[in-house]
Nanobody, 122 residues
Framework: QVRLVESGGGLVQPGGSLRLSCVGS????????MGWYRQARGNERELVAQ???????NYADSVKGRFTVSRDNAKNTVFLQMNSLKPEDTAVYYC????????????????WGQGTQVTVSS
């Protein structure tokens, strides 16, 4: 069983920065993509950023140039550096990872963190 735990959320003023971390624990065979979604109140969950095992990254248009996703494979950790934050970035941020749980697995299982609140307000 793999478990992901986020940290680093909080209240920040517009224009400020936050760094989210997501640490995985448990037994698995390999990881493919890791990344972050967010869900604002009343909205659907949306992809913010993802990083594939080879290092290729993808970002939502709304965060390009402001957010940076990175990972430490040795520590089963994914990060989200958020700069120039805007009120519209306010949401619960969820990390995820696509894991093969054993060498015999034929598919990846998506594991989610519990979410961390980010509030951008003056």
């Amino acid at each position: 069983q793999v478990r992901l735990v986020e940290s680093g959320g909080g209240l920040v003023q517009p224009g400020g920065s936050l760094r989210l971390s997501c640490v995985g624990s448990g037994m698995f065979f390999s990881i493919n993509t890791m990344g972050w979604y967010r869900q604002a109140r009343g909205n659907e969950r949306e992809l913010v950023a993802q990083i594939i095992s080879g290092g290729i990254t993808n970002y939502a248009d709304s965060v390009k140039g402001r957010f940076t996703v990175s990972r430490d494979n040795a520590k089963n950790t994914v990060f989200l550096q958020m700069n120039s934050l805007k009120p519209e970035d306010t949401a619960v941020y969820y990390c995820y990872g696509d894991y093969k749980l054993s060498r015999y697995s034929t598919t990846y299982n998506r594991v989610w963190g519990q979410g961390t609140q980010v509030t951008v307000s003056s």
